[in-house]
DNA sequence: TTTCCATTTCCTGATT
DNA sequence: GAATCAGGAAATGGAA
């Protein structure tokens, strides 16, 4: 599905102001630094440049990209641009928001007036009960308990200092998952998105969820950098994928080097799921 | 402060 | 012989 834009980020207006609660620096530190790297404004972004954005925003707030269906996303940076809070809400869920501000943040820092003083939404229409998929976690995987959901962009006012506590988390965001991506989730979005890492993980079968790694040192130096670690191996990294044999997460293949399959308990996977 | 969890680190031995 | 696999044991560090 793609969504049809109805209300133009532009034509929005709330008392909402990107500089104010929404500092997604404040909410994620070295987002800053990191604050995408494109030099051109969102507008002009390809649909590939779409997708670096959105899995730059699902990596920051530790998001499970499986939960977004990036199907949805389809589009180039003009339909983004194009796309109101409320169809940001409908593509991803209890993400949308996160990624309507995140938006929001970038027209503003590249002097891409918003006025939203406007907007008339109320937050009792927007449908915090949207779901992630219980079926798309493992029974004790939990969800990042970090995520917090932007506020939305109506009343109260923003410059509150109490907004992020005044809307309460979906119930469907499951705590835990205290650092962040899971090694077999990290794993599983490289396969996910070739195009970020080429060469490094390959499916051997789509179908059944048999992949090899194709560059094991790389693979594990990318975790380690994730990780902070510089010292990572493809030796440890596989010792960690060994412990998820325990939980189902991933099978055994035996006699095949380099070579591994999702359990019954890895989610978001396969084709389907996606 | 304690406990829990998901690794991380180190190790020995087996297999390719 | 090197790389990888298997799994035990202990350590680590973040979060609740």
């Not at 207006?13 to 404004?41: C, F, I, K, M």
Request: glycine share 4%; hydrophobic share 35%; with cysteine.
């Amino acid at each position: 599905m793609s969504v049809t834009p109805t209300i133009t980020i532009d034509s929005l207006s709330t008392t909402w102001s990107p500089n104010s609660y929404s500092d997604v620096s404040l909410v994620v530190p070295g987002y800053s630094s990191r604050l995408w790297a494109h030099e051109s404004q969102p507008q002009y972004w390809s649909k590939y440049q779409v997708w670096e954005w959105l899995q730059q925003i699902m990596d920051m707030h530790q998001i499970d990209a499986s939960t977004v269906p990036f199907q949805n996303f389809d589009i180039d940076g003009r339909q983004l641009c194009a796309m109101s809070y409320q169809d940001f809400v409908r593509a991803a869920g209890s993400v949308g928001p996160i990624l309507f501000h995140s938006l929001a943040e970038l027209k503003w820092s590249g002097q891409y007036h918003v006025e939203i003083s406007q907007l008339e939404i109320k937050p009792a229409e927007l449908d915090f009960s949207c779901t992630f998929p219980d079926a798309s976690y493992p029974p004790g995987e939990i969800y990042d308990a970090s995520f917090q959901p932007l506020a939305p962009v109506a009343s109260p006012s923003p410059s509150s200092p109490d907004i992020k506590r005044s809307y309460s988390r979906p119930h469907q965001v499951k705590k835990h998952n205290p650092r962040g991506t899971h090694l077999w989730e990290f794993i599983r979005d490289i396969l996910l998105n070739p195009e970020r890492n080429p060469g490094l993980i390959k499916w051997e079968d789509r179908a059944e969820g048999v992949f090899r790694f194709l560059k094991s040192e790389a693979v594990a130096q990318l975790w380690g950098k994730k990780k902070n670690n510089s010292s990572m191996t493809y030796e440890k990294l596989s010792r960690a994928m060994r412990y998820y044999y325990k939980r189902e997460i991933l099978e055994r293949v035996d006699g095949r080097r380099l070579v591994y399959k999702f359990g019954r308990n890895a989610r978001g996977w396969r084709e389907s799921e996606k």
